[in-house]
T-cell receptor
Framework: GNSVTQMEGPVTLSEEAFLTINCTYTATGYPSLFWYVQYPGEGLQLLLKATKADDKGSNKGFEATYRKETTSFHLEKGSVQVSDSAVYFCALFIQGAQKLVFGQGTRLTINP | EAGVVQSPRYKIIEKKQPVAFWCNPISGHNTLYWYLQNLGQGPELLIRYENEEAVDDSQLPKDRFSAERLKGVDSTLKIQPAELGDSAVYLC??????????????FGPGTRLLVL
C-alpha cells in the first residue's frame, strides 16, 4: 500500500543548529512528495514539494531531495530559528486516487 | 488572494448533539477535501469533491457523517449524532482540478471539535 513514515519526535534543537527530519515512503508508481508545516493552532501550510526523482524542493531555507533509490524525502535546514518551531508533515500524492497520504508528523522545538 | 476559510474555529458540544462545519475554498479551485486530524496524527481524508460531485467518500463514516457542496463552491460537513471519539480537528483543503496541479492542496485553519 501507500504510506509515509517519519522520524519519531519530538525533536528539540538549539537555535542555529542543523536540522534533519527523516521521511521514507512506500508507494506504487511515482508519487509527488511534499512537506507541510503546522504552527500551533493553525492549519497546514505547504512548505515545499518535489514531483519527480532527483528534484529538490526548497523554501525558507528548508530543502528536501526526492530520492527514488532510497524512497526518501528528508527535510533539512542549515540553521534553524526559534520561529521554525512547529509540527512538520511529510506526505505523498497518489495520482490514481488523487489523494494525499500523510506521515504522523514530527514536532520540532527550537530553543533560543 | 484569500485562502481557504473555515468556520467555526472551535466548537464544544455534548455527545449526541449535531454539529456542522463550513468551508469556503480558494476561488477557482474545483477540488475540495475534508480531512480528519486526530491529536498527534497526520490528516486523513474523509471526502473529496470535484465541483459538486463527491468522487471519493470511501473513508466517510456514513452512519453519522454527511457532507454537501451544493453549488460546487462552499461545503458543509455534518456529524449527527456526535460521539466522544469525534473530538479532533476537521480540516478543509482545496486544489485546482485534475491535470491542473491538483496535487498541491491548500489547507484552511481547521475547526477544533471537542465532544463532552
Amino acid at each position: 500500500g501507500n504510506s509515509v513514515t517519519q522520524m519519531e519526535g519530538p525533536v528539540t534543537l538549539s537555535e542555529e543548529a542543523f536540522l534533519t527530519i527523516n521521511c521514507t515512503y512506500t508507494a506504487t508508481g511515482y508519487p509527488s512528495l511534499f512537506w507541510y508545516v503546522q504552527y500551533p493552532g493553525e492549519g497546514l501550510q505547504l512548505l515545499l514539494k518535489a514531483t519527480k526523482a532527483d528534484d529538490k524542493g526548497s523554501n525558507k531555507g528548508f530543502e528536501a531531495t526526492y530520492r527514488k533509490e532510497t524512497t526518501s524525502f528528508h527535510l533539512e535546514k542549515g540553521s534553524v530559528q526559534v520561529s521554525d518551531s512547529a509540527v512538520y508533515f511529510c506526505a505523498l500524492f497518489i495520482q490514481g486516487a488523487q489523494k494525499l497520504v500523510f506521515g504522523q508528523g514530527t514536532r520540532l522545538t527550537i530553543n533560543p | 488572494e484569500a485562502g481557504v476559510v473555515q468556520s467555526p474555529r472551535y466548537k464544544i458540544i455534548e455527545k449526541k448533539q449535531p454539529v456542522a462545519f463550513w468551508c469556503n475554498p480558494i476561488s477557482g479551485h474545483n477540488t475540495l477535501y475534508w480531512y480528519l486530524q486526530n491529536l498527534g496524527q497526520g490528516p486523513e481524508l474523509l471526502i473529496r469533491y470535484e465541483n459538486e460531485e463527491a468522487v471519493d467518500d470511501s473513508q466517510l463514516p456514513k452512519d453519522r457523517f454527511s457532507a454537501e457542496r451544493l453549488k460546487g463552491v462552499d461545503s458543509t460537513l455534518k456529524i449527527q449524532p456526535a460521539e466522544l471519539g469525534d473530538s479532533a480537528v476537521y480540516l478543509c483543503a482545496s486544489s485546482q482540478g485534475p491535470g491542473q496541479g491538483q496535487e498541491t492542496q491548500y489547507f484552511g485553519p481547521g475547526t477544533r471539535l471537542l465532544v463532552l
